[in-house]
C-alpha cells in the first residue's frame, strides 16, 4: 500500500518543474529503483508499461518473453540473476517526441541515479530514447550494436549498447536477427570476454613499381578482396578516392591501399594511367574477386575506363541467398560474422 500512495502522490522528489506531471498518466515518478541491488546488465526500456491488472513494467510480457529467450540462446543463463530491468522515463507511456529537452534533463538524474544504484557493466539502451537519455546522442540505426562508454558521477564505468526496442522486433520480425545480434555480441565480448580486439594494418601503394610488384593471386583458385572509397554517389560526375585489395599471399593475409584521385595521392596523370592499366589485369584475370554490394563499385570503375571485370562474387547477394530476410548491410555481416570487430563509439557524435 505505501508503494502505491506514492504513485498517486501529487508531488515528486527531484520532479519539479517537469511538465510530464501535468499530463494525465495513471501513475508518475515510479522510482523503482530505490528497491534494486547490483547488477551486471541492464535492460533499459523507453518508458513504463501498465499491464491489464494494474501492474507497472518496464516491459510487456511478450517484450520480456522476447528478451527472455535472445538471453538464453547467449548462454546467459548463468547470469540470468544479476540481469535487472528499467525504464529511461520514469512515467507511463511517454514517447520520444512527447518529452521536451528541459524535462529530459529533469528526468535525466532518474535513470542515472538507477545505474547508481544497480552499477551495471553493460546497460542495453532498447530503442532511440533510451539511447537519448543515457548518452545525449540519437540515431539508432546508425549506432545500434556500438558500445558507448559513460562514467557515472561516482566514477563508475559502464557500456551502454544501443539496440532495437523489442517492439520493434515483434512489429517487423526481420529485425530479430539484428536485435539477437547485437545482444549475443555485446554479452560474449563485454560480460564473457569472449572476444578481443580485432587488428588491422595495411600497406599504402603509391608508386607504379609497388603495385607491379604486389603478388596478387591472378589465377583461378586466387581470392581478392575489394573495395572502393569514392567522392560520393553518383558515379557520372565523381571519382574514385582509393582502391583496397585484400588477399592472402605466403599464407598470409595482406591489406594493401591504393590511393587513386585522393588528395594526397603521388600520383602524376601519367601514373595514374599506368595504375589503371594494372587494375585493368587484376579484374581481367580469372581470379574470384569480392565486393559487397558489386553493382556500385562496378560504375564506378567502368567509368574510370574498367570496363571488364570477370568472376565477381557479391557478399550482399551472397548473403541473400543464404536467407533472404536477413539484413544485407556490410555493418550487419561484420557484426554477425565477425562480433570480436571494435564496435566502441566513443568518439561518436
Not at 11 to 21: D, F, N, Q
Not at 39 to 62: C, H, M, Q, R, W
Not at 253 to 277: A, D, K, W
Not at 306 to 321: A, F, G, P
Amino acid at each position: 500500500m505505501n508503494f502505491l500512495s506514492d504513485l498517486y502522490k501529487t508531488t515528486y522528489e527531484g520532479c519539479t518543474g517537469c511538465k510530464i506531471l501535468n499530463k494525465n498518466l495513471p501513475v508518475h515518478s515510479i522510482m523503482d529503483y530505490k528497491d534494486f541491488k547490483q547488477a551486471d546488465i541492464l535492460f533499459v526500456s523507453d518508458s513504463f508499461k501498465i499491464n491489464k491488472y494494474g501492474d507497472v513494467t518496464p516491459f510487456d510480457d511478450e517484450e520480456s518473453d522476447l528478451i527472455l529467450d535472445v538471453l538464453k540462446a547467449s548462454d546467459a543463463v548463468p547470469i540470468m540473476d544479476r540481469i535487472q530491468y528499467t525504464a529511461s522515463v520514469k512515467c507511463p507511456k511517454i514517447r520520444l517526441d512527447d518529452i521536451s529537452k528541459a524535462d529530459k534533463d529533469i528526468c535525466r538524474k532518474h535513470i542515472l541515479a538507477t545505474l547508481e544504484t544497480v552499477k551495471p557493466k553493460l546497460v542495453f539502451a532498447c530503442g532511440n530514447l533510451p539511447l537519448v537519455m543515457l548518452t545525449r546522442k540519437t540515431g539508432i540505426e546508425q549506432k545500434r550494436g556500438r558500445s558507448i562508454p559513460i562514467t557515472l558521477e561516482s566514477g563508475h564505468e559502464c557500456l551502454v549498447v544501443p539496440i532495437y526496442h523489442p517492439f520493434q522486433v515483434i512489429i517487423e520480425p526481420r529485425n530479430r536477427y539484428l536485435f539477437e545480434t547485437d545482444v549475443q555480441n555485446a554479452i560474449n565480448e563485454f560480460i564473457f570476454k569472449k572476444n578481443s580486439e580485432a587488428s588491422f594494418s595495411y600497406t599504402l601503394v603509391d608508386t607504379v613499381d609497388k603495385l607491379r610488384g604486389l603478388n596478387l593471386p591472378l589465377t583461378e583458385d586466387g581470392i581478392v578482396a575489394v573495395d572502393i572509397e569514392t567522392e560520393g554517389l553518383n558515379f557520372l560526375t565523381q571519382k574514385i578516392l582509393t582502391v583496397s585489395l585484400s588477399f592472402k599471399s605466403n599464407g598470409l593475409y595482406t591489406n594493401y591501399v591504393i590511393p587513386l584521385n585522393h588528395r594526397e595521392s603521388r600520383f602524376n596523370e601519367q601514373e595514374l594511367g599506368l595504375v589503371l592499366e594494372e587494375l585493368k589485369k587484376l579484374f581481367a584475370a580469372p581470379c574470384r574477386k569480392v565486393l559487397h554490394n558489386a553493382k556500385f563499385d562496378l560504375k564506378f570503375l567502368r567509368m574510370a575506363g574498367i570496363s571488364r571485370v570477370e568472376n565477381v562474387w557479391d557478399t550482399k547477394v551472397m548473403q541473400h541467398l543464404v536467407d533472404e530476410n536477413l539484413p544485407k548491410s556490410l555493418k550487419d555481416l561484420v557484426n554477425y560474422y565477425f562480433p570480436h570487430e571494435i564496435k566502441s563509439d566513443a568518439n561518436s557524435n
